[in-house]
């Protein structure tokens, strides 16, 4: 399968406990994003690497979460001391450089966090 | 603020008939993006838009874009039970991390 991979698929902690999720882009991919998605919303932005830099952070990143992307290939995102709102659907994307690809972006499955 | 809008939000329909799914964005973007999700899954892309008056088609689906009216359409003609599912639009910023700003999504539901 060469699309967009992303680990665990679901993740149950408690309240207060750290969690860190992982993604692996597209291997021609140097653009990654981060997307969280409630029930009933559409995604919305967390943050963006290109390459190993990451460039954007969304306000909704607070200081709890964290981000990497070493070496611009995989990423991981990290929440500290987790919080009941903290749970949503966490999904990745990439896409390529090439300009004629118009940023399309291919999201990977999807890390499903419920904290209780 | 960057917003986008959807309508409607719950569309149950019947097979073979026709409907639109409309999609208002709130800034000057020249890139508009149709995706799919079925329940617990992913995000499949559909279609992407490029400019004003693109019109793309994909076997029941028909997409356009008029940028002067920000406002995008998806076309389903003859719906099949297969379509059942939930349908996004978003448009992208060309500038910076050209991020993606989604509308709430549109669950379509087609009955036999």
């Known amino acids: 399968d060469t699309g967009v991979s992303q680990d665990p698929r679901h993740k149950i902690t408690k309240r207060g406990q750290n969690v860190t999720f992982r993604c692996d882009p597209i291997?021609?991919?140097?653009?990654l994003y981060w997307y969280r998605q409630t029930l009933g919303q559409g995604p919305e932005f967390l943050t963006y690497?290109?390459?190993?830099?990451?460039?954007?952070k969304s306000r909704l990143l607070s200081d709890r979460f964290s981000a990497e992307r070493p070496k611009g290939s995989f990423s991981t995102l990290e929440i500290q001391r987790t919080e009941q709102g903290d749970s949503a659907m966490y999904l990745c994307?990439?896409?390529?450089?090439?300009?004629?690809?118009?940023?399309?972006?291919?999201f990977g499955p999807g890390t499903r966090l419920t904290v209780l | 603020e960057l917003k986008v809008e959807q309508n409607p939000l719950f569309l149950s329909m019947q097979e073979g008939k026709n409907y639109t799914i409309y999609c208002n964005y709130s800034t000057t973007s020249d890139r508009l993006y149709w995706y799919r999700q079925d329940p617990g899954k992913s995000l499949e892309s559909l279609f992407v838009?490029?400019?004003?008056?693109a019109v793309k088609q994909e076997g029941r689906l028909m997409a356009s874009l008029d940028t002067k009216a920000r406002l995008s359409t998806l076309h389903i003609t003859a719906a099949v039970h297969d379509l059942s599912a939930t349908y996004f639009c978003a448009f992208s910023i060309i500038q910076g991390a050209q991020k993606l700003v989604f509308g709430q999504g549109t669950r379509l539901t087609i009955n036999p």
């Open positions: 690497f290109q390459n190993e830099a990451q460039l954007e």
């Open positions: 994307a990439s896409s390529p450089r090439v300009r004629q690809t118009y940023n399309e972006q291919f």
């Open positions: 838009l490029l400019s004003n008056g």
């Open positions: 291997s021609e991919h140097n653009r």
